[in-house]
């Protein structure tokens, strides 16, 4: 029951019975509309342009709506067509202006198709909801057009208002917010399970992308906490990211999206492997740059000079924590100078790769005086990147490393446990934590690491603790025993590349394990779901995404293209809306072809559960949110009526 204090401030705001009642009104009024849909997408990896796609397409969904409402209407062709204008407006309005004959007309068939489409992914919604996702200046008009019950009576009006669109040259940008307004409401909320980051060649466009949506939440992966890490100034997360992107030829994102300035590091480059061909280090090439490109030649000595200082100040790294555990990772000491090998563990093993001209045997890890002065360059350089900074700030207002959302977990990577289905006590800071709580102190601990690293239990330098949970044998967002990133560069012999998973990984295929995992974060298995990535699903070899019979799913499915080919599909969004949960494969995407047309593979939707009544707003998180609020309302009507409090 609200208390008299709180009943008083709430009477600021409604003053008397009618704002009282007319508020109670309209929350009970969205308490009863349809649940809007839930999008879930995992492991981006800076595919800007797959990820705006399976947005702008909601993951083919508005495709299948096409197809029901015009089915009658449209050809199989001219639906394809409506829903690639949605998909990629300027390009396809380009064409259109190219190839159309009567260039007006086809924007008043396009205005008319729209608005209709418009309708079939809005009418779940208040119209208030629906005006704030409409353009500043345009909108009035979208709005009417949305609202034309009475074609009879004002058809006349309808048409005037679009031929006037026309006629002020506003049609293509008429056109193209439309579209906008299209996916963004087809989209109600959208939750992304980490890593967004490393490999694909924008992320940076990804985050300008998600800054402007209204509803969206992460859940951090490993890949994501690195670069969190990067801005706090940790060089070990540093020096793993530039490793990452270096090695994935992502040159236009650090230097000219983030301005992260390289020069220091090819300097170091060029002088101390000017005679090494570096050919174990060369870039794999999935995206050209086309603004600052860089030879082979010269980017595989990049690689190679940031991959020995990684190896050198992830060492300092594990020394300075030895709760880590993570000693069975220093391997430069381990080095025999003379016979150009390395001992790993109980065996020796042959170096691909013996030139390390900056590595001083006696003090491996130390870092030469030239790159200790890169390194101070690369801290200042993340640090001070205001874009770079932006982007973290909104990972951590946004995000966490778990979220409960309507019944529903969601984590990027794994739980610890052990092969007989306990969790594991991972003892950090001299205390140990396990399940839900081992999560709530890490989110803690890596949010003061970033805004009070001086109030962090956690010591060492601010962002050790992310460099831990990128890679550590217990991090929750891991969940391997080891990071082979030296034994990959330096050993020929495959068998010591294996990175073991965690028994997380076999555990979830039944439903015992899973149920405990659901109850440790307070929820009932009997209607609780846990969405998963971090580990791509290998749909060619016979994985399945659904586990546990159906109680966890993990979705990532490969939107890498560095992955597709152990995949066999270009990633998964899973669906929840008012009817059902869904599971949906995607087809690698295509970009734009040079005669400005573009081809779109139809996803294919697994119907995973059906609900039995359809769900509401008032089934929902926020629908317990607004009862709470009526509640409230319905006290401070009460408290009118009898003259407790009195009106204004």
Not at 111 to 116: E, Q, W
Not at 168 to 180: P, R, W
Not at 572 to 578: A, G, H, K, L, M
Request: charged content about 25%; glycine content about 6%; hydrophobic content about 40%.
């Amino acid at each position: 029951m609200i208390d008299s204090r709180a009943l008083s401030l709430l009477a600021e705001k409604y003053p008397n019975i009618w704002a009282v009642s007319a508020e109670l009104i309209n929350l009970r009024a969205v308490s009863a509309l349809p649940k809007g849909t839930e999008y879930f997408l995992s492991d981006l990896h800076g595919e800007h342009e797959a990820f705006v796609h399976m947005i702008k397409s909601a993951s083919g969904i508005i495709r299948y709506k096409i197809g029901d409402y015009f089915k009658d209407i449209l050809t199989e062709k001219e639906m394809d067509e409506l829903a690639v204008l949605i998909y990629d407006a300027e390009n396809e309005i380009r064409r259109r202006k190219a190839s159309e004959k009567d260039f007006d007309k086809w924007c008043s068939d396009a205005i008319y198709h729209l608005i209709d489409v418009c309708w079939l992914v809005s009418n779940k919604y208040t119209r208030d909801k629906v005006r704030r996702r409409l353009p500043t200046y345009l909108g009035h008009a979208m709005d009417e057009l949305l609202h034309s019950e009475d074609e009879e009576n004002k058809a006349q009006y309808y048409d005037s208002i679009i031929s006037s669109v026309i006629e002020c040259g506003v049609a293509e940008t008429f056109i193209t917010d439309l579209t906008e307004v299209i996916y963004r409401l087809a989209v109600d909320q959208l939750h992304i399970i980490g890593d967004i980051f490393d490999r694909g060649a924008h992320p940076d466009r990804i985050m300008d992308y998600l800054l402007g949506l209204e509803d969206v939440d992460f859940q951090w992966g490993n890949h994501d906490v690195l670069w969190m890490g990067a801005a706090c100034g940790n060089i070990a997360c540093i020096a793993n990211v530039l490793r990452n992107n270096i090695g994935y030829n992502n040159f236009d994102m650090l230097e000219i999206g983030y301005g992260i300035n390289l020069r220091p590091l090819t300097s170091l480059a060029a002088s101390v492997y000017w005679d090494d061909p570096c050919t174990a280090f060369k870039p794999h090439v999935y995206d050209e740059n086309r603004f600052d490109p860089v030879s082979m030649k010269m980017a595989s000595k990049m690689n190679k000079a940031i991959s020995v200082i990684l190896f050198k100040v992830e060492g300092q790294c594990i020394m300075r924590h030895p709760e880590y555990k993570m000693e069975s990772r220093l391997l430069l000491d381990k080095i025999d100078w003379e016979k150009g090998a390395v001992r790993v563990g109980v065996a020796e093993w042959p170096l691909k790769d013996t030139h390390f001209p900056t590595i001083d045997p006696q003090h491996p890890y130390e870092l030469s005086k030239e790159e200790q002065f890169v390194v101070n360059a690369l801290e200042a350089s993340f640090r001070q990147s205001e874009k770079l900074q932006s982007h973290i700030r909104f990972l951590f207002e946004h995000g966490a490393l778990f979220k409960i959302v309507n019944g529903n977990l969601l984590y990027h990577g794994c739980i610890p446990m052990t092969d007989d289905g306990e969790f594991i006590d991972v003892k950090l800071a001299g205390k140990e934590h396990h399940g839900r709580a081992l999560f709530e102190y890490l989110d803690d601990q890596v949010r003061k690491h970033y805004h009070a690293p001086e109030d962090a239990v956690e010591g060492g330098d601010p962002g050790d603790l992310m460099w831990y949970l990128w890679n550590g044998s217990n991090s929750p967002l891991f969940g391997k025993d080891k990071m082979t990133t030296f034994e990959r560069l330096f050993i020929a012999d495959k068998s010591t590349h294996t990175e073991t998973k965690g028994a997380y990984y076999s555990l979830i295929n039944e439903r015992e394990p899973v149920e405990k995992i659901i109850r440790e974060f307070g929820l009932d298995p009997a209607t609780s779901r846990i969405i998963n990535g971090h580990v791509p699903v290998k749909l060619k070899d016979g994985e399945s995404p659904r586990k546990a019979d159906g109680l966890l799913y993990i979705i990532d499915g490969g939107m890498s293209k560095a992955y597709q080919k152990t995949t066999g599909i270009a990633g998964y969004t899973f669906i929840y809306n008012s009817h059902m949960m869904a599971l949906v494969e995607h087809k690698p995407y295509s970009p734009l072809q040079p005669d400005g047309t573009q081809v779109f593979h139809a996803p294919v939707m697994h119907v995973v559960e059906k609900v039995g009544k359809r769900q509401l707003v008032s089934d929902t998180d926020k629908g317990r949110v607004l009862t709470e609020q009526i509640d409230d309302l319905k006290a401070l009507l009460e408290a009118y009526r009898s003259g407790i409090i009195k009106e204004k």
